[in-house]
């Protein structure tokens, strides 16, 4: 006789950056099993190959990982592990007078995107020239963590050549999957400084997962308002 199997719930999220609706479930004992692995093994592209598993998993194959913003997959996380682990997470801030630690609480369903500055993709450059950009993936966010020792140009050069999805002319379109990096790096280096400041805003808008906090430090009585970007700093 087979054993019974237990009904997962499911739950309903829209992707930042597009609206979309998707269904997920919470992620399971056997994902869980593989963020923890990922996660004793500090190497950040464990970890984001583990993260874009369970997100896959999790949503049913309804979204790509690889296709998808640094910040859309790393707020749909958010929410599974909201759903898997508790809504509830303790962090520990320092007071921003006498730096003595603070433990705080965070409700995950209360942690937003912001997308309400959010730039037009499409860029002109001159009256025929222009290119439309893309928002980062975590693979090329945890590209650049690899070069972030180096050179901070090249770093920069790499971020803005990565979120190029397509150049454009009076003659057509060219799909920055179909060129080099060496060739994206060549074309942005072509670029006055005026041109290239008007594509380096478009990634300096990138989004971030992000939270106001306010306590009261238990030492100094000092009033702390703070504001919480990123994944990491959630859990």
Known sequence: MALPSIQTPRYEIRIPSTNARVTY???LVKEEKILMLARESADPKQI???VKDVVASCTFGAVDPDKLSSF??????LKLASKSVGEVSKLTLKCEKCGVPNPVEINLDEITVDMSSQPSPRIKLTDKIGVVMRWPTVDLISDLSD???GNVQEVIMALITGCIDSIFDENGTYRADDHSPEELKAFV???NRTQFTQIQKYVEAIPQLQHSVEFCCGKCNEKNSMLIKGLNNFF
Not at 72 to 77: A, G, K, Q, V
Request: hydrophobic share 30%; glycine share 6%; proline share 6%.
């Open 48 to 50: 984001s190959r583990a």
């Open 147 to 149: 070069k972030s020792g």
């Open 189 to 191: 280096e072509s670029l």
């Open 25 to 27: 479930r919470p992620y």
């Open 72 to 77: 859309d997959l790393e707020y749909i996380f």
